[in-house]
């Protein structure tokens, strides 16, 4: 089994910045593509970012020029900093990494972590 566990996540004002954190751990031999999605309210999860095992990104165009995503291999763990936020930026943020948890699984599998809030006041 594989665990996501975030943090990071919290209130902030219109403007301001936060960094989210998700570290992967469990049975692990490698992590292809991580990602961070978000879902609002009454919404569906959307996609906001990802980056793969060679650090190709891609953002949701909402988010370019404000969000970076990054991973630290060594520590199977995503990060994404998020700057110049904005009230429609609020919602439960999940993070999601395909793994392969064996050297002869041949398929990756994804997992999800637990959500972590953001809140952008105006």
């Known amino acids: 089994q594989v665990q996501l566990v975030e943090s990071g996540g919290g209130l902030v004002q219109a403007g301001g910045s936060l960094r989210l954190s998700c570290a992967a751990s469990?049975?692990?031999?490698?992590?292809?593509?991580m990602g961070w999605y978000r879902q609002a309210p009454g919404q569906q999860r959307q996609l906001v970012a990802i980056?793969?095992?060679?650090?190709?990104?891609n953002y949701v165009d909402s988010v370019k020029g404000r969000f970076t995503i990054s991973r630290d291999h060594a520590k199977n763990t995503v990060y994404l900093q998020m700057n110049s936020l904005k009230p429609a930026d609020t919602a439960v943020y999940y993070c999601?990494?395909?793994?392969?948890?064996?050297?002869?699984?041949?398929?990756?599998?994804?997992?999800w972590g637990q959500g972590t809030q953001v809140s952008v006041s105006s």
């Open positions: 980056i793969n095992s060679g650090g190709t990104t």
């Open positions: 999601q990494a395909s793994v392969r948890s064996r050297w002869d699984d041949r398929d990756y599998r994804d997992y």
């Open positions: 469990g049975s692990i031999f490698s992590i292809n593509v």
